[in-house]
């Protein structure tokens, strides 16, 4: 028997998440049983999505949903050793007993740090690689334009669309990460949409149009693209944040899609388990040739958990908002 502290709901929010939303309890958690693991967390992944399942989908006698890195420190599994390292969708939880089902065991590349099999070499990269190259069916040298783009997910899409020989427009909610995708990522214009007009930044900085709008945003960024898109352009629909905590600015501009035979196609993660192999391949060259870079922002203590996931809300992270729960 093990002391675990786990998150739960305590309300449902209304709009933006505030720290009492949340509970943190500790339990006791007994010693595997017959086929099962015991897994030790390492890292926590603090994702958008899991906003939207606080209206209705979260139960509140169970961890918050998520997913993280851990270690397995007990195994009556064949299929598991003790001091695998694993990725799993336990929750935000410190330790916890599974049956293995979803768990999957990781070979990390000692080159790289373990905290990049949580972003680039994880969920958001594999949504950013299929998303843009797959749903968006990118061609070398299109114009490009990237929401979110100081973001987990945005990042990668950029610098992927960079490698790719495009022209590439991002948005960012401050100027630190506006700086960042410039100087670092290589970004050809960076729009602070908190601190200058949208519409009219975008119109300056894509002389070109765009054939492939990345979408992480809604409301008044897809209002801002669509008259910018180029005949035949897409827009691969990865996530709406702007949607989430609920409100959010109305769409105007859709009859673009006419005239302009543009295709808007929604996707998720999951969609892409034939990319992988290929994803893993590419990213982690990517990665070594400092050809994607990346940046983290963890919060130390699994005590900080749900402060993470508001935090995503206010912009505070700059690329991936992790937590660190133990080493
Ligand atoms: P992220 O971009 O690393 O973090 C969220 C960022 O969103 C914040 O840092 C903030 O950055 C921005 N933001 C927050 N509220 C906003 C608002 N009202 N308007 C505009 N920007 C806002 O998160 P991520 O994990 O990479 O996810 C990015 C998008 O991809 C989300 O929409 C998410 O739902 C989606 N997604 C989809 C899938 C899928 O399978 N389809 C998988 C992963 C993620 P700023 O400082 O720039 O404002």
């Known amino acids: 028997m093990t002391a675990s502290r786990q998150f739960r709901l305590a309300r449902r929010p209304r709009g933006v998440p505030v720290p009492e939303d949340f509970v943190m309890i500790e339990i006791d958690t007994p010693d595997a049983g017959e086929g099962e693991i015991q897994i030790q967390n390492l890292i926590l992944s603090v994702d ?9 989908d979260q ?14 420190v007990q195994s009556r599994n064949p299929k598991f050793r003790e001091g695998d390292i694993v990725r799993h969708g336990g929750g935000f939880q410190e330790r916890f007993n599974s049956s293995g089902a979803g768990v999957q ?36 040298g299109e114009q490009v334009f990237v929401s979110t783009a100081g973001g987990a997910v945005g990042s990668v899409v950029a610098q992927i669309a960079k490698i790719k020989g495009c022209h590439v427009v991002g948005s960012t909610g ?8 410039r100087d670092v990522a290589g970004l050809d214009a960076v729009i602070n949409y908190k601190t200058q007009n949208l519409a009219e930044s975008l119109k300056a900085a ?12 809604g409301g008044a960024h897809l209002d801002a693209a669509l008259p910018r898109m180029n005949v035949r352009g897409r827009i691969p629909v990865c996530g709406m944040i702007s949607m989430y905590n609920g409100g959010g600015e109305g769409v105007h501009n859709l009859f673009a899609l006419i005239y302009g035979r543009i295709r808007m196609e929604g996707f998720v993660a999951s969609d892409f388990p034939h990319l992988q192999a290929q ?19 963890i919060l130390d203590g699994f005590e900080r958990a749900a402060e993470g996931l508001i935090g995503l809300f206010e912009g505070r992270n700059a690329g991936k908002m992790l937590i660190r729960v133990a080493d």
């Not at 969920?123 to 190259?133: D, E, K, V």
């Open 174 to 181: 401050s100027d630190a990460k506006a700086a960042w995708l």
């Open 48 to 56: 958008p999505y899991m906003r939207p399942r606080l209206d209705a």
């Open 105 to 140: 065991v990781l070979t990390p590349d000692p080159a790289l740090p373990l905290s990049v099999y949580m972003h680039a070499l994880g969920g958001t990269g594999i949504t950013a690689y299929g998303g843009l190259l797959e749903t968006g069916a990118l061609k070398d």
């Open 206 to 217: 894509t002389p070109k149009g765009i054939d492939v709008y990345f979408e992480n945003v």
């Open 279 to 297: 994803f893993v391949s590419d990213m982690t060259g990517w990665l070594k040739d400092g050809k994607v870079r990346y940046e983290e922002t």
């Open 59 to 72: 139960p509140f006698d169970q961890p918050m949903i998520g997913g993280g890195l851990g270690r397995i």
